[in-house]
């Protein structure tokens, strides 16, 4: 397994579409453990094949408490959402920055697991704000992209900061 360097906003690698997986081979599979390496260690509760550089169509997920509830989607496909809620955000790629987004409450979802096997999933609260985060990746946007103009600026502002003062 190895960890993998995780791209940051505002780098044009993370405005991508990423593509259909065709076939779940041991190449993905080793792609998911690097990720799930990767999530654990940042520390995220989600992670987007995108922000990895990797623009194919895979998300995981675990917003379980004792972090051993990993969710592999494998082409997810949002097919139907309810209610609308508010929940603060936060991304690997955008370090620093979290913000409340206004997202469906609840959502279902089907995908492929990490053997190929088609699945269906409904979820609600944390588990859907970070399915549907982490398909916005997969569709190239990035959270930031739902707040005001002006909230944007600030954090690019921000975030160029932290880069500087990192080098
Ligand atoms: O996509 C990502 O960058 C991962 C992101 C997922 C996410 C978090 C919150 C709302 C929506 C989506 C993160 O994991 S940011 C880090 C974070 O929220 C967290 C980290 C450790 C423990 C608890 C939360
Ligand atoms: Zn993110």
Known sequence: MALLKIVH??????????????????????????????????????LAATQVDRHVRLILVDTSESKNDLKVFINPEILETSGQSEHEEG????????DTVTRPERIR????NSL???????ADDLLAVCIQHEIDHLNGKVFVEYLSRL???????K?????????
């Open 9 to 46: 906003y505002p780098d044009p690698r993370l405005y991508k579409v990423a593509q259909p997986i065709a076939t779940v081979d041991d190449n993905i599979r080793a792609l998911i453990a690097d990720m799930a390496e990767t999530m654990y260690a940042a520390p995220g509760i989600g």
């Open 91 to 98: 991304c690997l790629s955008v370090p620093g920055i979290y």
């Open 109 to 112: 979802v089907r995908a492929l």
């Open 116 to 122: 190929g096997q088609a699945f269906e999933l409904e």
């Open 151 to 157: 909230k944007q600026e600030r954090i690019l502002k």
């Open 159 to 167: 975030i160029k900061k932290q880069a500087r003062e990192a080098m």
